[in-house]
């Protein structure tokens, strides 16, 4: 037996779910006391009434009881409150986001004054490079660079091929041979401070990568590898409020970049630093991917007390209404 003939039922028949539905205005001072009062189907018509009105701010405390009262049932795992076809409130949906390849290598403007040929064959060689090939590659670049063609993004490259052949030290020369002939080559900056990082080199790492964000435009996707490694440095070095910052960041530029459980590290940080809109956003998207009633509830929690009733009426109405604990 679905819930709304429970509820008509249970309240006396059509005509009490007729007389429920066209129920008079509450007066503002009435809603708490008796919220305290009824029970959690009553509660959930009262809270239906009260967002239909408008009034979310009336509403959130009985969609919240309703949600409360739901989770202490026995029998609640089999109840769930039908919503109707057409209802005042909408469901929050998750935000849509362009969705932008992830760059396979990190991006660097490419170093001047090799020659045209050797620019030309530079470049084939960086877009052709891969773990099958990386050996080939590395021949072709010690021609080239005995040839004179000695610039940072030459070396970046050739560490680039060390790192795909599983020579991490030979790399990490490669990086800093390109770093003395280009101190902002971008590449070389996020590969070295990956290199270090991975080796636990934290207090070495983390100049390089926030050095390695002034030499790549905000926001665009080429950065993602200096903030997701930056992040991680932050990380394991305890430092959790940076680590938040930097996560949003990512999460700004391309949302499904990092595991939902970073995300959820973050929003918990920025939820306790006081900045819940940061903390909103978050667990929005969340919402959106995992249907989480204890994050739901969270957003819900963070809603309320942030100021937004409309919204956190309709999360405590969807908790509720899905009987979920």
Not at 154 to 163: E, K, R
Not at 231 to 257: C, M, N, T, W, Y
Request: net charge neutral; charged share 20%.
């Amino acid at each position: 037996m679905g819930l709304r003939t429970w509820l008509i039922r249970s309240l006396g028949g059509q005509a009490a779910a007729t007389k429920a539905a066209a129920a008079p205005s509450l007066p503002a001072d009435y809603a708490p006391s008796l919220g305290q009062q009824l029970g959690p189907e009553q509660q959930f018509l009262y809270a239906e009434e009260l967002n239909n009105q408008g009034r979310p701010e009336l509403a959130v405390a009985f969609y919240r009881q309703a949600y409360v009262l739901l989770r202490g049932r026995p029998d609640q795992t089999n109840i769930q409150l039908a919503l109707p076809d057409r209802t005042s409130g909408q469901p929050i949906l998750g935000p849509t986001f362009p969705q932008q390849p992830s760059p396979q290598q990190p991006f660097s403007p490419v170093t001047p004054k090799p020659t045209l040929g050797s620019r030309e064959r530079l470049v084939a060689l960086r877009e052709k490079l891969t773990s099958a090939n990386a050996a080939a590659v590395e021949q072709e670049l010690r021609q080239l660079i005995t040839a004179g063609n000695r610039g940072a993004d030459s070396f970046g490259l050739f560490g680039m091929c060390q790192l795909l052949q599983n020579r991490p030290e030979e790399a990490v020369r490669a990086f800093r041979e390109a770093l003395k002939l280009d101190p902002g080559h971008y590449r070389s900056l996020v590969n070295l401070g990956g290199l270090l990082l991975k080796g636990g080199r934290l207090q070495e790492a983390v100049p390089l990568l926030e050095n390695s964000l002034q030499h790549t435009r905000q926001g665009s996707p080429e950065s993602l590898a200096a903030l997701t490694n930056l992040a991680v440095a932050h990380s394991q070095l305890g430092r959790s409020i940076e680590a938040a910052q930097l996560v949003l960041r990512i999460f700004r530029i391309k949302p499904d970049h990092l595991q939902p459980d970073k995300l959820v590290t973050a929003a918990t940080c920025l939820e306790e630093m006081g900045d819940d809109p940061a903390a909103i956003e978050l667990l929005q998207y969340l919402r959106s991917r995992l249907r989480d009633p204890g994050l739901n509830r969270r957003l819900a929690e963070v809603l309320e007390r942030f100021g937004d009733y409309q919204q956190a009426a309709l999360v405590y109405r969807e908790l509720a209404g899905s009987g979920t604990p």
